[in-house]
């Protein structure tokens, strides 16, 4: 499994029949027909992890997953609709378990790989490095680091043009 699929998770209309009130045909809180209310599902597993599943615009897709893998009330990884599209496009990981962000990814395009990664190295809660794929070509394009940990960003590189074609 790719670190981009989420194939098993519940952003499937299909796979999660009756996850969603999307049949609801008044809709909820104004909303058009075909929203429902929005409601969180809570799956514990046999090992003491936890997932909780959430449509938050009642349109049937999860719009936010978060995973607890060890039982110990924070979140280790989520998986998020950005833009309400129905698909899962970014990802945050805290792997110290300090409740902040270690690591984000997103998929700008919907290709199912990271165009965007922004990590926080020395766990200080600030972003220490980024890198894009300006072109959607799979390769990183550009990438900046704050090697000294100040702000401001201290290496710098990006292929000479990432729009080239061979």
């Known amino acids: 499994m790719s670190e981009w699929d ?92 300090d409740g902040v962000a270690d690591q984000l990814l997103q998929d700008v395009n919907g290709d199912g790989h990271a165009d965007v990664v922004a990590s926080d190295i020395n766990n200080d809660g600030r972003v220490d490095a980024v890198s894009f794929d300006l072109n959607f070509d799979g390769r990183t394009d550009a990438w900046m680091r704050d090697t000294n940990y100040d702000g401001i960003p201290d290496l710098a590189t990006m292929t000479a043009n990432p729009y080239a074609t061979n």
Do not use: C, K, W
Not at 29 to 48: K, N, R
Not at 60 to 76: F, P, Q, R, S, T
């Open 6 to 97: 989420s194939s098993y998770l519940a952003s499937d209309q299909d796979a999660t029949d009756g996850f969603g009130s999307n049949d609801d045909p008044a809709g909820f809180a104004g909303e058009p027909a075909g929203f429902g209310v929005p409601h969180s599902i809570v799956e514990l597993d046999v090992d003491g992890g936890s997932r909780i599943i959430t449509d938050s615009d009642g349109d049937g897709y999860a719009d936010l997953v978060a995973l607890d893998g060890d039982h110990d009330g924070v979140i280790e990884t989520a998986y998020s609709d950005s833009d309400g599209d129905g698909r899962l496009d970014t990802t945050m990981r805290d792997y110290d378990e």
